[in-house]
């Protein structure tokens, strides 16, 4: 059977008092289980992603983040965090990171200042560089924005690619 405690009892304190009846067999508290996380992403797994790693960690690295560590303990981040990548463009549609990338909820894709903020179509975030909604021009002048993004916030635990410090976190693109 399944007792709650009266208020101020603790767990403890009933389970003495449990153990004495000749009718109880055992007695054992309802445990709290959290899934813990560990990645599995491929360059994770080969030792790539170093800097994910603590001193706690294994392998180990007494410099590196310890984002392994706090993914061992459940902390994988939340869709409800938003950040700002601060960079050159993003690749939206990346594998690792579409998932995670922020939609603008008020101003979808039809030539229309929708949210009134002054740009046009800012759907995933805005094109400092060039004035445009544009966050992902392609070739190599998005390569960093997309690295820096993927460090942030790639999606982890997928067994593909990389893994952020985030696995779950929205990422709104500010492309200068």
């Given amino acids: 059977e399944r007792y709650r405690l009266p208020k101020g009892m603790t767990v403890e304190?009933?389970?003495k008092i449990l153990a004495q009846n000749p009718d109880v067999e055992v007695v054992e508290p309802d445990w709290v289980v959290k899934a813990l996380a560990s990645s599995n992403d491929t360059l994770f797994l080969n030792g790539a992603l170093?800097?994910?790693y603590g001193d706690a960690s294994t392998p180990a690295n007494q410099f590196g983040s310890g984002a392994a560590e706090a993914w061992a303990a459940g902390a994988t981040g939340s869709s409800q965090v938003l950040v700002g990548v601060i960079d050159e463009g993003?690749?939206?549609?990346?594998?690792?990171?579409?998932?995670n990338i922020w939609v603008n909820p008020f101003d979808p894709a039809d030539g229309i200042d929708n949210d009134g903020n002054g740009y046009i179509d800012d759907v995933n975030?805005?094109?400092?560089?060039?004035?445009?909604?544009?966050?992902?021009d392609g070739g190599t002048g998005d390569v960093h924005g997309t690295h820096v993004a993927g460090t942030i916030g790639a999606q982890g635990g997928n067994g593909a690619g990389v893994a952020g410090v985030n696995w779950s976190v929205k990422m709104i693109s500010a492309k200068f």
Avoid: E, K, T, Y
């Fill in 13 to 15: 304190q009933a389970m």
């Fill in 125 to 136: 975030g805005w094109d400092f560089a060039n004035n445009d909604a544009s966050v992902f």
């Fill in 90 to 99: 993003i690749d939206v549609r990346h594998p690792d990171l579409a998932a």
């Fill in 50 to 52: 170093w800097g994910m």
